[in-house]
């Protein structure tokens, strides 16, 4: 058998006992999950308007 191979069944195989020892594996929160929605979605709008901004006054922007 490969040496990869078995490291890796055996990694799998003890990372699955750890797993079953302590169910707490420090999932993500809702919250955690709503506050990241609300990041990139603030993030994206902002790009968004300076997008449309910049898209808008390209030619009087040249310019400068």
Partial sequence: MN???LRLT???HESLQEAARRPDRGDI???TIII???AVTGAVLIAGT???VI???NGQ???L
Wanted: hydrophobic residues 50%; glycine residues 10%; proline residues 0%.
């Fill in 3 to 5: 040496r990869g191979v």
């Fill in 10 to 12: 055996t990694r799998v």
């Fill in 29 to 31: 929160s809702t919250t």
């Fill in 36 to 38: 990241w929605v609300a």
């Fill in 50 to 52: 300076i997008a449309v």
């Fill in 55 to 57: 898209a808008k006054y």
């Fill in 61 to 63: 922007l040249n310019g």
